[in-house]
């Protein structure tokens, strides 16, 4: 029962080192490919399936100085930069500033427009109110993408037992 217990501990081990050493590298390239994926999606009218709450929300938010041919080609170039800027590791902190400005605004539908984020508010949400919840996990993993910009990284509590 001893060795397999030890077997056990070194593939814990090495299974945490691997996450530790590369788990904020794939969740940095995770994010870049959702970024660069819907924000060209965009560029193709009706191709995003967000494009119309999107478009609705920018011109709400403006008070309808941006007018949605205009608004939706500019999320898409904003979404796509944020993309690149993950993918390459490039401008991080103007990237996530990008990031988090942008989710500022994919957040206000919720508050805007609950007959069509919610079938019962504030507990049941549409397709669209959860495409756009989902995207408390875009925030947090920005957060922890953000935490390493200035070279903070994962490390090992070596006194935690298992």
């Known amino acids: ?24 590298l794939f969740l940095r390239m995770s994010l870049g490919i959702i ?15 967000a494009d119309a709450i999107a478009t609705k929300t920018i011109s709400n938010l403006t008070f ?14 904003w ?7 993950l993918l390459t590791g490039k401008f991080l902190r103007i990237t996530l500033l990008l990031l988090f400005t942008q989710m500022m605004g994919t957040m206000t539908p919720l508050a805007l427009f609950p007959a069509e984020t919610f079938t019962q508010f504030p507990y049941a949400p549409t397709l669209e109110g959860q ?20 070279g903070g990284r994962i490390t090992e509590d070596k006194n935690k037992k298992l």
């Open 79 to 85: 979404e796509t930069l944020i993309g690149l800027g």
């Open 131 to 150: 495409y756009i919840i989902k995207n408390l996990v875009l925030i947090s993993a920005g957060l922890v993408v953000g935490a390493t910009v200035r």
């Open 1 to 24: 029962m001893k060795q397999l217990d030890n077997i056990y501990r070194k593939a814990d081990e090495k299974i945490t080192l691997f996450m530790g050493q590369y788990g904020i």
């Open 64 to 77: 309808g100085i941006i007018q949605p041919n205009v608004s939706i080609k500019i999320l898409a170039i």
């Open 35 to 49: 970024f660069f994926w819907f924000g060209f999606l965009k560029f193709f009218p009706g191709v995003s399936p």
